[in-house]
């Protein structure tokens, strides 16, 4: 039974196209996370929210925007993606937000191609 | 900032067993995490312990925390093919209003048959 899903797992899309990575949970979950990882690097934080707050990281290129439009969805939005974007996009959940023992549950990720 | 190092590649051939080594910086850290990325697929929780515990077993798994030197491993007995994945340690601090979890850069385990 899939908790965390995400869709498409594959995306391709072409420089400066806008795309949109979708991610949804069956958890009822408060928190959902966005991560970007790079090949052959550790998954990094871009924001989460926590409900309908909006965490965004300090570092997180303006490039990137996160909807939440209720507790079972999440999208990532790339407005105008760079060939520097291509990466696995993890989505992930938890109950709370503390790290106290909350486990973080993890999709299976979507890869962006950026041709 | 926080900082978590591992090495990148571990090979080990199956039955023997393995150890995934990890160091971090944050001495506020409060737990520490071991997750199992297989290919093209998510990350999975395998195990934690919290920063006050020096040893945790579960089944095959066995995490040491030597607090003092800021360095966490999993070890995995009798290690199996389907063990083959990258292993990412991770920390995260117990701070209001926030998840901080910062990951390491993954071992890749690789298990010779």
């Known amino acids: 039974d899939a908790m965390v899903i995400q869709n498409p797992r594959y995306q391709v899309t072409q420089f400066g196209k806008p795309v949109t990575l979708s991610c949804s949970q069956t958890?009822?979950?408060?928190?959902m996370y966005w991560y970007q990882q790079k090949s052959s690097q550790a998954p990094k934080l871009l924001f989460h929210?926590?409900?309908?707050?909006?965490?965004n990281e300090a570092d997180t290129p303006d490039n990137f925007q996160s909807r939440r439009p209720n507790t079972s969805f999440c999208f990532l939005d790339i407005r105008s993606p760079g060939l520097g974007d291509a990466a696995m996009y993890l989505c992930?959940?938890?109950?709370?937000?503390?790290?106290?023992?909350?486990?973080?549950?993890f999709g299976p990720g979507t890869r962006l191609t950026v041709l | 900032g926080e900082d978590v190092e591992q090495s990148l590649f571990l090979s080990v051939r199956e039955g023997d067993s393995s150890v995934i080594n990890c160091t971090y910086t944050?001495?506020?850290?409060?737990?520490l995490y071991w997750y199992k990325q297989e290919p093209g697929a998510g990350l999975q929780l395998l195990t934690y312990?919290?920063?006050?515990?020096d040893m945790k077993q579960d089944q095959r798994l066995t995490v040491l925390l030597n607090k003092k030197d800021k360095h966490l491993s999993l070890r995995i007995a009798d290690t199996q093919t389907g063990d083959s994945a990258i292993y990412f340690c991770?920390?995260?601090?117990?701070?209001?209003?926030?998840?901080?979890?910062?990951f390491g850069t993954g071992t890749r385990l690789t298990v010779i048959p």
């Open positions: 992930a959940t938890s109950r709370v937000r503390s790290g106290l023992k909350d486990t973080q549950y």
């Open positions: 958890l009822n979950h408060n928190v």
């Open positions: 929210y926590y409900d309908k707050d909006f965490n």
């Open positions: 944050d001495s506020s850290s409060t737990y």
């Open positions: 312990i919290f920063s006050n515990m």
């Open positions: 991770a920390e995260s601090t117990d701070q209001t209003g926030a998840n901080n979890l910062f």
